[in-house]
């Protein structure tokens, strides 16, 4: 059973810095892809970045470009969110979610199956 646990979140001034955790546990990192997400109270769930669990590779919603960064430990099973001068239009419920193994890694909440459950993050000006 897939399961995803997020942590990290919290409120920060504009310009601050927070690190989210997604810790995945019944999925295998040899061949998967976990992305992030975030959801502000009457907006849309937005792609924020995603990361192939095996490469490494990323790539970011041009929202976050130069901003956020993520990244992954394989052997610990944790996919990181690093969040940089956070603006207050940041603020919003963050999750992490992994798609069914053998996909292109995407950004598109639809194709994802398996969700955390949220970590909150305010940034006030």
């Known amino acids: 059973q897939v399961s995803l646990v997020e942590s990290g979140g919290g409120s920060v001034q504009a310009g601050g810095s927070l690190r989210l955790s997604c810790v995945v546990s019944?999925?295998?990192?040899?061949?998967?892809?976990v992305a992030w997400f975030r959801q502000a109270p009457g907006k849309e769930r937005e792609g924020v970045a995603r990361?192939?669990?095996?490469?490494?590779?990323?790539d970011r919603a041009d929202s976050v470009k130069g901003r956020f960064d993520i990244s992954r430990d394989i052997k610990k099973h944790i996919v990181y969110l690093q969040m940089n001068s956070l603006r207050p239009e940041d603020s919003a419920m963050y999750f992490c979610?992994?798609?069914?193994?053998?996909?292109?890694?995407?950004?598109?909440?639809?194709?994802?199956?398996?969700w955390g459950q949220g970590t909150q993050v305010i940034v006030s000006s």
């Open positions: 979610a992994a798609k069914p193994h053998g996909q292109y890694c995407t950004m598109f909440a639809r194709e994802f199956n398996y």
């Open positions: 019944g999925y295998d990192f040899v061949d998967g892809c």
């Open positions: 990361i192939y669990t095996n490469t490494a590779s990323a």
